[in-house]
């Protein structure tokens, strides 16, 4: 069930639904805050209990509501072809984990759209309920302001996430509108991703202004959301030129090579040969790899077994890394890092195992100056 910092809640057509635990303190306190500020205020005689009662309510269907949200974008994704490994929601709402980018254009605006239009469908029902309850249930006030308050809610999702800045929604879409129009898929990022960073400035803008003029919460809570907002943009751009930057490439041009060692070799003498920072070595037997030995090995054997310990005896067998050939491409590698981020991917050639590929050596290759996250208002054209 617990997987790092996150909770298996199940799964929905195929697709990992979990939990961030910063979701738990965020769900704390909305609780609170609807508990101790929007239900008193509606009907101050009634007890605390129910106040919180109806805030933990609240809390749990603005939950849900976010769970439908980023489920619309799943459902779509999958029908248009991608695959979605899992949903995860988190501090500021839901994360879809789609593993690839769409191939067109329009599947990219019809995935943008779908949550915005799931949130505003949710915001109808959720504000209708509470009409209905109005009208059948005259004194029910609190149930009213539930259900208003959830279904207003959700109509602020939608429009929040159509705002125009990579990679919320809105930007998704323009960036969809844009790439139509150029049939240029970098531009469009680098565009949508302006659009990101002034919607992310005008948010902290208006934070500050909020939090002199109107209420100190909601402008610290804006204000993070600029940050935030911010942050995903450069990232979600890095990430996109990395898609681009890996999709020409071979395994082999960002693998670094295999320095071999030869399996009785001792830990004493590996050391020195490890002083040069590789990472891994191939382990070889009579001219024949049998095996990876890590520099890290170093670390957990104590110094005076270093002068009788061998290098086959800490080295890992072959058949235990994911392997890849040398043509084939780097995109590939990076998928199968992000499965299994702490085991090394092997490049093979004819002859056997020739190079490794760690996320440092994807890192290293991203960290070249054309791959830094760009500034405000830098456009590459
Ligand atoms: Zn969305």
Same mark, same amino acid.
């Given at each position: 069930?617990?997987?790092?910092?996150?909770?298996?809640?199940?799964?929905?057509?195929?697709?990992?639904? *979990?939990?961030? /635990?910063?979701?738990?303190?965020?769900?704390?306190?909305?609780?609170? /805050?609807?508990?101790?500020?929007?239900?008193?205020?509606?009907?101050? *005689?009634?007890?605390?209990?129910?106040?919180?009662?109806?805030?933990?309510?609240? #809390? &749990?269907?603005?939950?849900?509501?976010?769970?439908?949200?980023?489920?619309?974008?799943?459902?779509?994704?999958?029908?248009?072809?991608?695959?979605?490994?899992?949903?995860?929601?988190?501090?500021?709402?839901?994360?879809?984990? &789609?593993?690839?980018?769409?191939?067109?254009? =329009?599947?990219?605006?019809?995935?943008?759209?779908?949550?915005?239009?799931?949130?505003?469908?949710?915001?109808?029902?959720?504000?209708?309920?509470?009409?209905?309850?109005?009208?059948?249930?005259?004194?029910?006030?609190?149930?009213?302001?539930?259900?208003?308050?959830?279904?207003?809610?959700?109509?602020?999702?939608?429009?929040?996430?159509?705002? !125009?800045?990579?990679?919320?929604?809105?930007?998704?879409?323009?960036?969809? &509108?844009?790439?139509?129009?150029?049939?240029?898929?970098?531009?469009?990022?680098? =565009?949508?991703?302006?659009?990101?960073?002034?919607?992310?400035?005008?948010?902290?803008?208006?934070?500050?202004?909020?939090?002199?003029?109107?209420?100190?919460?909601?402008?610290?809570?804006?204000?993070?959301?600029?940050?935030?907002?911010?942050?995903?943009?450069?990232? #979600?751009?890095?990430?996109?030129?990395?898609?681009?930057?890996?999709?020409?490439?071979?395994?082999?041009?960002?693998?670094?090579?295999?320095?071999?060692?030869?399996?009785?070799?001792?830990?004493?003498?590996?050391?020195?040969?490890?002083?040069?920072?590789?990472?891994?070595?191939?382990?070889?037997?009579?001219?024949?790899?049998?095996?990876?030995?890590?520099?890290?090995?170093?670390?957990?054997?104590?110094?005076?077994?270093?002068?009788?310990?061998?290098?086959?005896?800490?080295?890992?067998?072959?058949?235990?890394?994911?392997? &890849?050939?040398?043509?084939?491409?780097?995109?590939?590698?990076?998928?199968?890092? =992000?499965?299994? !981020?702490?085991?090394?991917?092997?490049?093979?050639?004819?002859?056997? !195992?020739?190079?490794?590929?760690?996320?440092?050596?994807?890192?290293?290759?991203?960290?070249?100056?054309?791959?830094?996250?760009?500034?405000?208002? =830098? #456009?590459?054209?």
């Amino acid at each position: 069930m617990f997987k790092h910092d996150e909770i298996l809640l199940g799964k929905i057509l195929g697709i990992e639904i *979990t939990l961030n /635990y910063s979701w738990l303190l965020i769900l704390a306190i909305f609780t609170v /805050y609807l508990a101790l500020t929007v239900f008193p205020a509606v009907e101050p *005689t009634k007890p605390a209990a129910l106040f919180f009662f109806m805030g933990l309510s609240g #809390s &749990i269907l603005i939950f849900g509501s976010i769970l439908l949200h980023e489920l619309a974008h799943s459902v779509v994704a999958v029908r248009g072809g991608l695959a979605v490994k899992k949903i995860t929601l988190f501090l500021f709402g839901g994360a879809s984990r &789609i593993s690839e980018e769409p191939g067109t254009p =329009q599947l990219e605006i019809r995935m943008a759209l779908s949550g915005p239009v799931a949130s505003l469908v949710l915001g109808f029902i959720f504000i209708n309920i509470g009409l209905l309850v109005q009208h059948y249930y005259f004194n029910a006030h609190l149930t009213i302001a539930l259900f208003t308050l959830v279904g207003l809610t959700n109509i602020t999702l939608a429009i929040f996430n159509l705002l !125009p800045g990579f990679p919320l929604d809105g930007g998704r879409v323009l960036r969809g &509108i844009l790439w139509l129009r150029s049939r240029d898929l970098k531009k469009a990022t680098t =565009q949508a991703t302006n659009g990101g960073e002034i919607i992310a400035y005008l948010l902290i803008a208006a934070g500050i202004l909020e939090i002199f003029f109107i209420s100190f919460f909601g402008g610290i809570w804006l204000i993070l959301i600029g940050f935030f907002l911010r942050q995903m943009a450069r990232w #979600s751009y890095t990430q996109t030129l990395a898609n681009f930057a890996l999709k020409n490439m071979t395994a082999m041009e960002i693998a670094r090579p295999l320095v071999g060692v030869e399996n009785n070799l001792s830990l004493t003498d590996f050391s020195e040969k490890a002083m040069n920072h590789e990472k891994f070595f191939l382990v070889q037997k009579g001219g024949h790899a049998i095996g990876i030995i890590s520099a890290q090995i170093l670390h957990k054997v104590t110094a005076d077994e270093w002068a009788i310990r061998r290098v086959g005896d800490k080295s890992l067998p072959l058949g235990s890394f994911s392997r &890849i050939r040398s043509g084939d491409a780097a995109l590939e590698a990076l998928k199968i890092l =992000q499965e299994k !981020p702490n085991m090394p991917v092997l490049v093979y050639d004819q002859d056997g !195992p020739v190079a490794i590929i760690t996320f440092d050596e994807i890192a290293g290759f991203l960290s070249r100056p054309e791959f830094k996250p760009l500034n405000f208002w =830098q #456009s590459d054209g």
